[in-house]
């Protein structure tokens, strides 16, 4: 039977770096990929130009992961996002610094981070097999012994590093497979569900595809509790699509959306027009304008503040007619114009499918993991990484800092701990 010291399975971004890690340890590692090519969650991440990490400070940082950063703060002693700014520095890959902290390659070319990182493991001899799936991790009362692969070949190792993802992206490889193995070690899986993932609505408005197509920019998106009272809100931009909503308010809010369901058939979205204003601000202002032009039409001295199909929505929702001048508009139907403006409230009843979500919520307890060392506490020599741990964060550089840091762990202490197996045989 063919020995490793340590067996990675899965090449995506917390694999390569706790295969990377392992090899920096001079273990000899096999890292093994059912896929026909590594890195592929990378290659497409940041929109093709991969956001290796973000610099916002620790505190912060741990802020923008809601599902258990907390968990990482150990991890952060050990390996945090500095670090993996000066990682890529030394294999050559350039940074800059982009708007909210996120980190990207000076080339803006996510295929430079993955051969920087296929460079490092063969200067690491780490020995590399894609297309090759594996069946179930082998334990030997309370210690992993070894893999099985699809070939029925057992392979021997005294560390198996799990870095195969979730279950959402699922043509990069992710398609839930390394939740068994956890299950059979006696780990607990927490339940899964999608985040980071647009959401639905059956609104009149949205299934006659009024706004269709139509993205805000800088508002705030609120989700609301059965007390009408927000629960997150984030300010960022959003787009209306065909089956309810997108973009990045609203992707950051979809998880919020997923557990409130649970309470509720459907929530209620609150969305600000105008977050950086009060209510009476933007009264007097809009109503400023309106005095100082009386022989113009609502439709042309308002066009200015809000997309013209936005600004014609609201009207219609109003009962206010376009081509009519100020001198004609009622008082309260331009205070609920201006309400409407600043918290328009959107019926959702769900979000698309766990497939369709960039980051699967849920996984393998925290509780039973070593946050120091990313190693299971059921069974010794064998390490959690990445997406398959319930950890989760928001788009920006998040999530993949979380795998990496975590993959590094997994994988530096998956080296030591199969070194010191190997020494006292």
Sequence with gaps: MKHYDVIVIGGGPAGLMAAIAAGERRANVLLIDKGNKLGRKLAISGGGRCNVTNRLPIDELIRHIPGN????Y????????????????RLGVKLKEEDHGRMFPVSDKAQNVVDALMKRLEQLDVEI??????????YDDDQVCGIVTNNEEKLHTHAVVVAVGGKSVPHTGSTGDGYQWAEKAG??????????VPITSDEPFIKQ??????SLRDVALSVLNKKDKPIITHQMDM???HFGLSGPAVLRCSQFVVKELKKQDKVRLKLDLFPNMNH?????????????APKKTLKNVLKPWMQERYLLFLFERNQIDPSETYSTLSKERFRSFVNDCKELTISVNGTLSLEKAFITGGGVSVKEIDPKKMASKKKQGLYFCGEILDIHGYTGGYNITSALVTGRLAGLNAGKFSLLE????
Aim: glycine share 4%.
């Design 69 to 72: 950063g907390r968990f990482l």
């Design 74 to 89: 150990s991890a952060f002693s050990e390996f945090n996002n500095e670090d993996i700014i000066k990682f890529f520095e």
């Design 129 to 138: 097999r894609t297309n090759e799936k594996v069946k179930s991790v082998l």
């Design 187 to 196: 780990h607990m899986i927490t339940e899964l569900f999608p985040t980071e």
């Design 209 to 214: 595809k009024t706004l269709q197509g139509l």
């Design 239 to 241: 787009i209306f699509t």
């Design 280 to 292: 009476e601000q933007l009264f007097q202002q809009m109503q400023k304008q309106l005095k100082d």
């Design 422 to 425: 190997r020494n006292n045989k």
